[in-house]
């Protein structure tokens, strides 16, 4: 079965840095791209970054441009999210997604998921 397990989750000061990975398995297709989401305590899920596993392509919400970066291993068995700069705001639980075959990840909203991790929580205090 197709399985992503995120990890590297932790509480950390405002200003600080975290990378979190995704390790993907049990795939019969190879996605397309994939992304991370992030949901605070009563607030919807919202995508943060989603990476084009052929050509890179990156994409960003505004929020965590130049702080944040997606990348993806040679493999493409694992995503990694780099957090820099953190803030307060940017703490809440951390999904990794998948599409479905053949589709790509949308910019905004998360019809396009078919495949979710279980979350790792990021938590940064002022």
């Known amino acids: 079965d197709a399985q992503l397990v995120e990890s590297g989750g932790d509480s950390v000061q405002a200003g600080g840095s975290l990378r979190l990975s995704c390790e993907v398995s049990?795939?019969?297709?190879?996605?397309?791209?994939m992304g991370w989401f992030r949901q605070a305590p009563g607030k919807e899920r919202e995508g943060v970054a989603s990476i084009y596993r052929g050509d890179g392509t990156l994409n960003y919400v505004d929020a965590v441009k130049g702080r944040f970066t997606i990348s993806q291993n040679a493999a493409k068995t694992t995503v990694t999210l780099e957090m820099n700069s953190l803030k307060p705001e940017d703490s809440g639980m951390y999904y990794c997604?998948?599409?479905?075959?053949?589709?790509?990840?949308?910019?905004?909203?998360?019809?396009?998921?078919?495949?979710w991790g279980q979350g790792t929580q990021v938590t940064v205090s002022s």
């Open positions: 049990g795939f019969t297709y190879t996605p397309r791209c």
């Open positions: 997604a998948a599409p479905s075959s053949g589709r790509g990840c949308a910019k905004t909203g998360a019809s396009w998921v078919k495949n």
